[in-house]
């Protein structure tokens, strides 16, 4: 399997077999993921050939979500690969459970919390969405203003890009900064994933057609 992660500034590619990472890249490039993502699947072993694609739909980037989706679509049609998408919000939500997100003592780890997903948005805004500890989302996709989302949500754990940020804006709140990483979609559970390729963008586009 194939995991391609272009949302945000992190561009990320991850090759498994049965489950288990062969090899993967990583680098954060604010920009030029259509120059890097491909050279960086070639690097991967077979030249990063598999039978299925995973892919993040966003949000994020129109661009990188954009360039994420044409490079997996090509190689889907090229290697006749299944190609799959899945939210970029939910990749940095197993993340946060793979990698543990309690600092020692300061919550009962027994009975894990609901958390919050917070990433850059653009335009001034952030991109949240709340998490069960199961790792469903227990709201949608939200794209709001930093004062309205702090002001909207209460969880105690706040994880993502914009993680310090919400904390010290509510005045409160245990913190992981995260990107996401396409090292962990292979652990993404069956309910993130869909077949349906459409973009998830959080908020209107940028540009709008002419009437």
């Not at 288990?20 to 259509?34: K, N, V, W």
Request: hydrophobic fraction near 45%; charge should be negative; glycine fraction near 10%.
């Amino acid at each position: 399997m194939l995991a391609i992660e272009t949302a945000t500034e992190a561009c990320s590619v991850a090759l498994f077999e049965d489950g288990l990472e062969i090899d993967s890249r990583h680098a954060i490039l604010g920009r030029g993921h259509a120059e890097h993502l491909v050279p960086m699947i070639a690097e991967l072993p077979d030249k990063g050939r598999a039978q299925q694609i995973r892919v993040s739909l966003g949000p994020g980037s129109f661009t990188g979500v954009r360039i994420g989706l044409a490079v997996a679509g090509a190689l889907g049609v090229a290697w006749r690969s299944e190609v799959l998408g899945y939210p970029t919000l939910s990749l940095v939500a197993q993340m946060n459970d793979l990698t543990g997100a309690l600092l020692p003592g300061s919550l009962d780890v027994a009975d894990p919390p609901d958390f919050l997903v917070c990433m850059e948005g653009g335009h001034g805004e952030w991109f949240v969405q709340p998490f069960t500890a199961a790792l469903h989302p227990a709201g949608p996709i939200l794209s709001l203003p930093p004062r309205e989302a702090a002001a909207r949500f209460d969880e105690a754990i706040i994880v993502g890009s914009r993680a310090e940020e919400f904390a010290a804006l509510r005045g409160s709140g245990q913190t992981r900064t995260l990107l996401p990483d396409a090292r962990y979609a292979g652990a993404l559970n069956l309910h993130h994933l869909t077949s349906k390729l459409t973009p998830i963008y959080g908020r209107a586009p940028d540009a709008r057609p002419p009437a």
